[in-house]
């Protein structure tokens, strides 16, 4: 895990607990994490968001309140775009991962037998567990 990832996941930590701040939260080189509300707190249909940009494309969304996370490789297949989607998906969420086989990238479930041809977005169950391994990591090199 790059600095930069472990960063990016400590703000998006952040923001899990500060469900009132709105607007940018953090930027760093190429990376950004900002958070944003629609609708009314404590009314149906309010949404509260926190998105994660890279080099100003939306490669993450993540939906505290519903337990959900959806992520793109923005029509860029890159090392980058990889490893960042990979970080998310390791540390919010349980299993999933994105390979690389012959050149084409993978979207890998739980197990081996779920993996699929990775289509440019996919969405997943957001969890935050406090003893995950990639989280204890990541707070240690932010």
């Not at 009132?20 to 404590?42: C, D, I, L, P």
């Not at 994660?52 to 923005?74: F, Q, R």
């Amino acid at each position: 895990m790059r600095k930069i990832e472990a960063q990016t996941v400590q703000a998006v930590r952040e923001l899990l607990w500060n469900p009132t701040f709105s607007g940018r939260y953090w930027k760093a080189g190429n990376m950004e994490v900002e958070q944003s509300h629609n609708g009314v707190h404590g009314t149906p249909g309010y949404s509260r968001q926190i998105h994660i940009k890279l080099h100003g494309n939306e490669i993450a969304c993540v939906w505290p309140d519903h337990n959900y996370v959806w992520l793109s490789d923005c029509g860029y297949q890159t090392r980058t775009t990889k490893s960042r989607l990979n970080v998310i998906l390791g540390c919010f969420t349980s299993g999933f991962s994105i390979t690389q086989k012959n050149w084409e990238w993978m979207f890998k479930g739980i197990t081996w037998d779920e993996c699929r041809e990775w289509c440019g977005s996919v969405s997943c169950t957001f969890k935050l567990h406090a003893d995950n391994w990639m989280l204890k990591q990541a707070a240690i090199l932010a």
